[in-house]
């Protein structure tokens, strides 16, 4: 368990992220693609489905021993919140309302954030533009870890800390690579949420609070899900900084597992997104994928070619000119 990993840093490239060629070329062939880059009808009812049952289930928690609240934290409220966040990552590309209606998305997704007991939506949008953007960019994209995690989490011991400390990670790491400047919408997010979290600590007291906070850390944390954060862009075949997973946990997970698909299309929601693949399937079909994002944690945490550093990352233009 104290092997260090073999990666000493990042895969630096000098090209430009590959999504936005495939994409011109893909509609080119296939012009019929642009019929999926409408709304999803359902994802509001989903979404309002899913926070009012993780809100029931929060009240009925009240009651329940700690062990028994944590238990259940882990094995259905981590996977109610869990996919909320991927709810909320859809809402980020106005996947509900349209582009027409951005507001009306925002504001789901703020809905959306309620049983995630802490203020996350309004500024994952603000980052993950820039994630789409510049795909692996050097100071731009806050999804490619540190080169400090890649040095500390460089063991197996260390990379499974590293895992389950995802959304403490997550939530720091904007702030020292790329930080912005806070939104008005980001203010409102965290009145919201703030005002949500007293009214329900006023009427259900200490443990609904706790049975949400522990959802959203456990559920985010090393948590078989939470296999399609290491899935998505970590390198496990080198020269390829994108993969896509096709099995079920899709269903809980709005299709966010068809990643090489929604990086080509990111207007297309989730739902639409199988078609996609069948639409075109030469541009899929021979890239290497995974089959179980539980194998990746596992792979990641015991193979010494994988870890914070195994990701392609690349020097952009508008980095450059802001040093």
Same mark, same amino acid.
Request: proline share 6%.
């Given at each position: 368990?104290?092997?260090?990993?073999?990666?000493?840093? &990042? %895969?630096?490239?000098? $090209?430009?992220?590959?999504?936005?060629?495939?994409?011109? %070329?893909?509609? =080119?062939?296939?012009?019929?693609?642009? +019929?999926?880059?409408?709304?999803?009808?359902?994802?509001?009812? +989903?979404? !309002? =489905?899913?926070?009012?049952?993780?809100? =029931?289930?929060?009240?009925?928690?009240?009651?329940?021993?700690?062990?028994?609240?944590?238990?259940? =934290?882990?094995?259905?409220?981590? /996977?109610?919140?869990?996919?909320?966040?991927?709810?909320?990552?859809?809402?980020?590309?106005?996947?509900?309302?349209?582009?027409?209606?951005?507001?009306?998305?925002?504001?789901?997704?703020?809905?959306?954030?309620?049983?995630?007991?802490?203020?996350?939506?309004?500024?994952?949008?603000?980052?993950?533009?820039?994630?789409?953007?510049?795909?692996?960019?050097?100071?731009?994209?806050?999804?490619?870890? $540190?080169?400090?995690?890649?040095?500390? &989490? /460089? $063991?197996? *011991?260390?990379? !499974?800390?590293?895992?389950?400390?995802?959304?403490?990670?997550? +939530?720091?790491?904007?702030?020292?690579?790329?930080?912005?400047?806070?939104?008005?919408? %980001?203010?409102?997010?965290?009145?919201?949420?703030?005002? *949500?979290?007293?009214?329900?600590? *006023?009427?259900?007291?200490?443990?609904?609070?706790?049975?949400?906070?522990?959802?959203?850390?456990?559920?985010?944390?090393?948590?078989?899900?939470?296999?399609?954060?290491?899935?998505?862009?970590?390198?496990?075949?080198?020269?390829?900084?994108?993969?896509?997973?096709?099995?079920?946990?899709?269903?809980?997970?709005?299709?966010?597992?068809?990643?090489?698909? #929604? #990086?080509?299309?990111?207007?297309?929601?989730?739902?639409?997104?199988?078609?996609?693949?069948?639409?075109?399937?030469?541009?899929?079909? #021979?890239?290497?994928?995974? #089959?179980?994002?539980?194998?990746?944690?596992?792979?990641?945490?015991?193979?010494?070619?994988?870890?914070?550093?195994?990701?392609?990352?690349?020097? /952009?233009?508008?980095?450059?000119?802001?040093?």
């Amino acid at each position: 368990m104290g092997n260090s990993s073999g990666r000493t840093d &990042f %895969e630096w490239v000098y $090209t430009d992220q590959p999504h936005t060629q495939r994409r011109k %070329e893909m509609l =080119a062939k296939y012009p019929e693609l642009k +019929t999926l880059m409408r709304p999803d009808p359902r994802l509001k009812w +989903t979404v !309002l =489905a899913l926070v009012g049952l993780q809100l =029931a289930v929060s009240w009925l928690a009240r009651g329940l021993a700690w062990r028994w609240l944590l238990l259940l =934290a882990y094995v259905f409220g981590g /996977c109610v919140n869990h996919a909320l966040t991927l709810a909320i990552h859809d809402l980020s590309h106005n996947a509900a309302f349209g582009t027409g209606r951005a507001g009306l998305n925002r504001w789901l997704a703020v809905v959306a954030n309620l049983p995630i007991a802490l203020p996350y939506a309004a500024s994952f949008k603000k980052y993950h533009v820039d994630h789409h953007r510049y795909l692996g960019g050097h100071g731009l994209d806050v999804d490619v870890p $540190t080169s400090l995690e890649g040095r500390l &989490f /460089c $063991t197996p *011991a260390r990379k !499974l800390l590293w895992l389950a400390l995802q959304p403490l990670v997550y +939530t720091l790491r904007p702030l020292c690579v790329n930080p912005k400047a806070l939104t008005r919408m %980001e203010l409102l997010n965290a009145l919201v949420q703030l005002a *949500a979290d007293v009214a329900l600590f *006023a009427l259900g007291g200490f443990k609904p609070v706790v049975y949400l906070l522990a959802s959203s850390l456990l559920g985010l944390g090393l948590h078989p899900v939470s296999g399609h954060f290491v899935a998505e862009h970590y390198m496990f075949v080198r020269g390829h900084e994108t993969y896509s997973y096709y099995g079920p946990l899709n269903r809980i997970a709005f299709n966010v597992g068809y990643h090489v698909e #929604h #990086h080509d299309f990111p207007s297309i929601p989730g739902c639409y997104l199988p078609q996609v693949r069948k639409i075109a399937p030469e541009y899929y079909d #021979h890239l290497p994928q995974h #089959h179980s994002w539980m194998k990746v944690l596992w792979d990641f945490v015991f193979e010494d070619s994988l870890g914070p550093f195994a990701r392609v990352k690349r020097v /952009c233009k508008v980095a450059e000119d802001r040093l």
